[in-house]
């Protein structure tokens, strides 16, 4: 019985490690390229140069949720904060001063938003919906619509060692899971996503909890935009067009829910990951581009739907128990 | 939480222990000397042995009536900051220059949004042009903005993408045969390169005529040459992020690559992004359309082996002509052509010029 029991459980909390493994061998399987035991350079390729901005973006997405909200302005911030960023670097010439201008950009965008939403009251969904479109706005009055290119010792900072962007992406990753499940914040972030009411009352200060939460979302998009920059070679105003979709995309495969206090920091990890496996796998098998869409919306229900049916198996536990 | 915890550092465990793995050099700046130029054909596209003959190109008349000033122009464009169409929006500024009158761009902030442009058109009828300059970004898609444009009895030159919707009316369009571009493209990568290879076809945007069409040409271009295998041909969404990712798949799908076709410039440059970090610079030889400052860098460092300018400038150029002769209540053709121009390692210095400001 204990066993059975066990057994259960590892397949609910391991469902979406499960899939990304079968996605992995069926991949593996079926084609030659995608991954044996003698080539890696796929592998490497996945895990250094596509996984981690989908790790982050999803992440990006994933703290608001926790506190039962959104970030849609994740694509402005993208561009925004990235082309301010090489915007100061052409000016001053320094890097850092650069880079910390942009990230003060995305913090800034995150404020505002979690302001809006924690003080003023406005919906995640307005509030943000609306600083996409002000901060998508500010970067092509910024740019006066045009790319930037060069700077070349920023770019040096982050492609002189391939691993860079995955390194990035780790130390953000084990950061956030660190603050948001072993620290007496993150478990008061977890309440105010539960029950904001119950929370105050409780003494705790939900406001700054959810500004918080939005300016992480801010930080994490803005160095995400940075690190496009630095892989692409050009600030473009408009370079987070569609990002925040493939945000959602990447949180809800995940197992993130928009229902607050039931997204882990992992989901965006796994969420990210499977994404990205699916995206290269489906090039390497071979299906053509305009069908990779359509499949990854296909994923995205059935995750949904597993995500149900594990919700009811979880709540059918207890009778277990009993017999 | 034991087990979240474990899950955490197994997964940390395994990245680290690919990172380690895939120790590969990073990609190497040392960039190939250009290939012996075969012919320096600078202002001559090829545009002789095309399967369909299509209508002729024609030059609209020079007149030197001007029946554009003192009118309202509204050029409405797929982008606002796509390089290309911002050459575009800088010369239909010129133009209105030219003829002394008023140029309005009307630009989607997404870029090839289509639900923006006709948006950007209805707004625009409030206080109508004279005239509209329009580049749909879909070809059908349009239709509704088109048909209102129709119904207010404004003229239209259509330029760079057809409007194909047969319900909808426009004066005359003006383009470069798209078609020919992407033929065009591939014919001379194929005779400066040689007779067989492997190649890849990054292709724009699904549905948007000019990429369609291109594509066409180019597939028509490889058949005519048994020798060159076309290996994939994946959607880059137009876009230099999305060309680059499935670039950086395809190169480790395909040890073998000779050329690359972008269909457009924003999508090379992230082709050649993908193939240095790989370095793979030496082996594989990228052909594009457009042209700008960056593209002519990337030519001149052997990163784009050459180009084809569909000239955003010539098109604008022909397209207010256009304009003038419609606004003036000649008869037009249905039809006008602009020329296309080869940029590659013999002639970009002299090209990157018409870029310096």
Known sequence: MADRFDVRS????????????????????????????????????????EAPFYILLALGMT?????????????????????????????????????????????????????????????PFVATYSMNWIGKGSALVISKGGQLNGFENFRNLFNSWEGTY???????????????????????????????????????????????????????????????????????????????????????????SFRGAKSRVSNALIGGLIVVILNNGLIHIGVPGVWQDFAQGLIIIAAVLMERMLEKLQTAEPKVRLQ | MKKKVWGLILAAAMTAALMGCSSKAPAE??????????????????????????????TPADTDVNNLEGKKIAVLLKSYTDMFWVEAANEAKLQGEKYGCEVEILAPTVSNSNEEQIQLIE?????????????????????????????????????????????????????????????????????????????????????????????EGAEDAFKEHAGWEVLANEIGKGTRNDAMTVMQTLLTKYPEIDMVYAQNGEMALGVVEAIKQAGRTDEIKVAADNCNSEICQAIEDGSIYMTYDDGAWAQMEMGFKAANMVLGGETVEKTYYSDIYLVDADNVTEYAKRYEE
Do not use: H
């Open chain 1, 166 to 256: 995955l390194l990035m992406a780790g130390i953000i990753l084990v950061m956030a899971w660190f603050l948001y499940t072993k620290t007496a914040f993150g478990r008061e972030t977890y309440s105010v996503g539960c029950n904001a009411v119950a929370a105050r009352i409780s003494g705790i200060n939900s406001t700054k909890i959810k500004i918080l939460a939005y300016m992480a979302s801010g930080f994490i998009g803005a160095m995400t935009g940075m690190m496009y920059v630095a892989k692409l070679g050009a600030a473009d105003p408009t370079l987070g067009n569609g990002f925040t979709i493939k945000a959602i995309a990447a949180t809800l495969i995940g197992g993130a």
């Open chain 2, 29 to 58: 700046t040392e960039m190939p000397e250009a290939e012996a130029p075969v012919e320096p054909t600078t202002e001559a596209p090829a545009e002789a042995e095309k399967p369909e003959a299509e209508a002729p190109a024609q």
């Open chain 2, 123 to 215: 707004n625009s009828l409030v206080s109508p042009p004279d005239l509209y300059v329009i580049v749909p970004a879909d070809s059908e898609g349009i239709a509704p903005a088109i048909q209102a444009v129709n119904d207010a009895g404004i003229p239209i030159v259509n330029v760079n993408t057809k409007i194909t919707d047969e319900s909808v009316t426009y004066d005359t369009y003006v383009s470069c045969s798209q078609y020919d571009l992407g033929y065009t493209t591939i014919s001379t990568a194929i005779e400066k390169i040689g007779g067989e290879g492997k190649a890849i076809i990054i292709f724009g945007k699904p549905g948007a005529q000019t990429f369609v069409e291109r594509n």
């Open chain 1, 63 to 123: 703290i608001p949720m926790i506190v039962g909200g959104i970030d849609l302005s994740i694509e402005a911030n993208i561009s925004l904060s990235s082309f301010i960023c090489a915007m100061t670097i052409q000016a001053v010439g320094n890097t850092g001063a650069g880079i910390l201008t942009g990230l003060a950009v995305g913090l800034l965008m995150g404020f505002i938003n979690g302001v809006l939403i924690a003080r003023t009251g406005l919906p």
């Open chain 1, 10 to 49: 590892f397949l609910i909390k391991g469902a979406r490690v499960i899939v990304l493994i079968l996605l992995f061998v069926v991949f593996s399987a079926f084609t030659d390229s995608f991954f044996g035991l003698n080539n890696w350079t796929n592998v490497g390729n996945i895990l250094l140069q």
